[in-house]
């Protein structure tokens, strides 16, 4: 660690000794010379807000070399020393539509203010403004950015759900489930920001948090080299940026008419909703927007019987802001998000029928508040304060014990679960004024202090494994006991009996509190040093820690071509509430079988005289003993403007985690009492090429290709309601994806008259398939079989779809229809990896194959 430290310090400072030698400082001021003035540009966007990092060009009459600048966090920027003659002016940042202003006189005007807005999405006979540069020199992390327009416009399967546009953003994996992973990390290891506020769940890590497609500027992610200000997550940083209001009243609409469906005769199949409403409240001063969706789905299996082959899904997610300028330099936003969601019948699949699965239902509350004060100074004081909060309740449909066969499941489900968990967060951020030393220092300080609680309670019945190809319906199913004691009773098809204890109501509290300083010193106008440190502390592990940060970018050319980024950091991952809630979600006791029924300790050896052997699983905790888990990480980034405007980008990342949280038995025994160590170690690295070529208006295509491993000496995630007996052992995760490339893209479709103004909008993956364990019908990894071995079959999908963008009735609309997965190739969704000696590979389940979707939206008037 020391020696890359030592060896990046060292990189860094000869390219700025270097650069100095060939650059100039961007802002050498001579403002006392006869004739020359000091001219200043202010940027804000269309709310008033102050637009960081916005690229100034201020062109000179020739000879004279074009002067560059960038703006602070008060959105000014300054050049001093500058002749009386006639500019002109260029103001561009990426999102932003670009303004060029001709005539510009610094003797007449020394102040200029401009507004940038925002760009969005773009009706039918509406000319854009031309994209800006791809290459952002004030960018020093290695951030991966989807627009508000590209998420509504890019073809993905439930487009309605932005989660699931995270995948098509290089880096961001799926795991089984759904969920996503940024760059090897488990999702409790990334922070997931809403407009600023950290929304990540507190318990489980999950990414849960929903809001409408329409709703969004922007989703960034940023895995390495962010800056101090940023914390408790080693994956990195989910941003998701949320739209406001401006003077103009706006409607759109999406799929505001139901589909419907002749699976088992004719029913109402999906309906997705989703309205958008924003304007003025007072032009100028006050702004509001409310996105509202919904979804309905009525899922059919058509291989359960007739009465009891649907599910039913309700959703609702409302999203409400207000931004009032009270003064020029006072602006206080309030926002208020809405989640509620009810699956009837959750987990229903041809092994898991209409009985076997609970009722879900689930809310979110996510508030905040923020107020942003510019001092006349130059400084940024901005404060605020939020709460998140969420609950899952899961209710089984009745009170028979469950039965898990190969074949599927039979019974009731097991587990009642009632959970709500919350966090307050206060914070603070002091933006100074910048600050002439050698360059520009642009300096940030803040804090941020937290208090979670998470609540739970839990009850479960028993759970009985039934020997391989046992029926899993109607009365053939038998469960393991039988008697009144509820202990099993030897019969020949069982393979193992779980029964369950505690669960009752627990709570466990966090206090975090933390505090950081950032400095973004811009040496010359080719040369950005970001250097930081972050202090963090919290109630559970009680360590002060310490993380400091450094990174940087060069620019090669004067016309920003090529750029050079680097940076490396230690990071440390917040403490999750579900983990160290384990050990009160109760015990759990094992009783084993062999294929002939007799009982067997966990070994697998029959015991003699035949007798129960019961094996426990609990779990404990000793915070006396724990360790926050550190990573170092580093990374690398090339970009590079190529001939046609194809704009090229090389990323390496390096991880490397140390003192992890994982639960692990005493010297690997198998005895199912499971205690919480830092013993878990991970190793990640990635290589990253991405190519993007942007056309006129809003056309550009996109493809990436990873290289990655995601590896851990400790793989496993045991709890109660994972049937897995086991030490722990090395392994990739089950998100790794040693290979995969995503592609998308957006194009003008053949110009014929009849597909005149028709888009051609698409999107593909292909990756490798994920890792999977195999094991016994006693959850014991099957012999010779570790972690990794099996993988799904690779995955690859195609999504195309013709878009074609009309004004009807005096209003703009947007009608798409086309395929996912065009290919009709029915990827694998899930394995069944209980293996034995009549069955030693797994099985697999297909996904759906190709499906027409489409779409209608209100775009607004004209």
């Known amino acids: 660690m020391r020696w890359i430290l030592s060896s990046a310090l060292a990189l860094l400072l000869a390219v700025s000794s270097s650069a100095q030698t060939s650059t100039s400082p961007p802002q050498q001021s001579s403002s006392g010379r006869s004739g020359e003035q000091k001219f200043t540009v202010t940027v804000t966007d269309e709310n008033g807000v102050a637009v960081q990092s916005a690229r ?51 003797d007449v005007a020394p102040n200029v203010d401009v507004t940038l807005t925002h760009q969005r999405e773009a009706h039918e006979t509406v ?50 489930f759904g969920q996503a992973h940024v760059d090897g990390a488990e999702t409790y290891q990334t922070l997931v920001l809403l407009d600023g506020f950290n929304v990540t769940q507190p318990a489980n890590g999950q990414l849960l948090v929903r809001t409408s497609v329409e709703s969004f500027r922007s989703i960034e992610i940023t895995p390495s080299r962010e800056p101090a200000e940023y914390g408790k997550g080693s994956g990195g940083v989910m941003a998701l940026n949320t739209k406001m209001g401006d003077d103009h009243f706006r409607l759109s609409a999406t799929d505001f008419t139901p589909s419907f469906q002749t699976v088992n005769g004719l029913s109402l199949s999906q309906w997705v909703p989703i309205v958008t409403f924003s304007g003025p409240l007072r032009k100028g001063k006050t702004w509001f927007i409310d996105a509202l969706d919904g979804e309905y789905d009525n899922t059919i299996i058509k291989q359960l019987p007739s009465n009891s082959d649907n599910d039913q899904v309700w959703r609702v997610d409302n999203l409400a802001k207000l931004q009032s300028n009270f003064t020029t330099r006072n602006i206080v936003t309030a926002s208020f998000l809405l989640n509620f969601f009810h699956d009837l019948y959750d987990g229903l699949s041809v092994l898991q029928p209409q009985p076997t699965t609970p009722t879900d239902s689930e809310t979110a509350y996510i508030a905040s508040l923020k107020d942003q004060y510019y001092f006349r100074g130059g400084a940024l004081l901005e404060s605020g304060f939020g709460v998140d909060q969420y609950s899952v309740a899961l209710t089984p449909q009745g009170t028979g014990l469950y039965i898990e066969t190969t074949n599927g499941a039979a019974g009731s489900y097991y587990l009642y679960e009632n959970t709500l968990v919350r966090r307050l967060q206060w914070i603070a951020n002091l933006n100074l004024p910048p600050h002439k030393f050698h360059g520009r220092h642009d300096i940030k300080i803040g804090a941020d202090v937290d208090h979670l609680n998470y609540a ?6 028993p759970i009985s494994f039934l020997q391989p190809n046992q029926p899993a319906s109607g009365e053939l199913a038998q469960p393991c006991a039988t008697g009144a004691s509820g202990l099993p009773t030897f019969p020949s098809t069982c393979a193992r009996y779980s029964i369950f204890s505690g669960g009752n109501y627990s709570t466990t509290y966090n206090s975090e509190a933390s505090a950081y300083a950032e400095d973004r010193w811009l040496i010359t106008n080719r040369l950005l040093f970001e250097p930081g440190l972050r202090f963090d502390w919290d109630q559970i592990v009680r360590t002060p820690l310490f993380s400091p940060r450094m990174a940087g970018t060069y620019i090669f050319d004067d016309e920003g071509n090529t750029k050079l980024s680097a940076g490396i950091g230690i990071l440390y991952d917040g403490t999750s509430l579900g983990i160290i809630d384990q050990p009160f979600n109760g015990q759990r006791t094992d009783y084993l079988f062999n294929s002939s029924g007799e009982p067997t300790d966990v070994n697998g050896t029959a015991t003699n005289p035949p007798a129960l052997s019961p094996v426990p699983t609990s779990f404990f905790v000793n915070r006396n003993t724990l360790a926050v ?159 990794g071995k099996f993988r799904f079959p690779t995955y690859y999908t195609a999504n195309v779809q013709l878009e074609k963008r009309f004004h009807l009735f005096k209003r703009y609309w947007a009608l798409r229809g086309g395929f996912d997965d065009i290919t009709n190739h029915a990827n694998v969704v899930a394995a069944n990896g209980v293996l034995d000696a009549a069955h030693p590979v797994p099985t697999y389940i297909d996904g759906n194959g190709r499906a027409f979707t489409g779409r209608l939206r209100y775009l607004g008037k004209q």
């Open 127 to 176: 000319d854009v403004t031309a994209p800006v540069p791809e290459i952002d020199p004030a960018q020093v992390s290695s951030k991966e950015e989807l627009s508000g327009v590209e998420v509504i416009n890019i073809p993905y399967p439930g487009s309605h759900d932005y989660r699931n546009a995270l995948f098509f953003i290089p880096g961001v994996t799926p795991d089984a």
């Open 456 to 461: 739970a309670q839990f009850a479960r019945e």
């Open 56 to 106: 100034v060009l201020l062109q000179a009459p020739p000879p004279m070399q074009p002067l560059r600048c960038e703006t602070d966090f008060a959105g000014r920027c300054e050049f001093d020393g500058l002749r009386a003659a006639e500019y002109e002016l260029r103001v561009e940042k990426e999102g932003y539509y670009a303004i060029s202003q001709s005539n510009v006189r610094t």
């Open 629 to 787: 888990p550190r990573y170092l990480n580093w990374s690398v980034g090339l970009e590079k403007k190529l001939p046609h405007d194809v704009f090229l980008k090389l990323e390496f990342l390096q991880k490397r985690g140390s003192r992890g949280f994982a639960y692990n038995t005493v010297n690997g025994a198998v005895d199912g009492n499971y205690f919480l160590g830092n013993r878990r170690d991970d190793r990640y690295d990635a290589f990253q090429v991405s190519a993007r070529h942007r056309f006129q208006k809003y056309y550009e295509i996109f493809g990436a290709y990873t290289r990655s491993s995601s590896h851990t000496n400790e793989v496993f995630d045991f709890s109660l309601d994972i049937p897995l007996l086991s030490p722990q052992l090395p392994g990739p995760y089950p998100w790794d994806t040693p290979n995969r490339f995503v592609g998308w893209g957006i194009l003008p479709f053949f110009k014929l008259p009849i597909l005149h103004k028709v888009d051609l909008v698409y999107s593909g993956e292909a990756r490798t398939g994920l890792p999977f364990n195999a094991t016994t019908d006693q959850g014991q990894i099957y012999p010779g079989d570790p972690p």
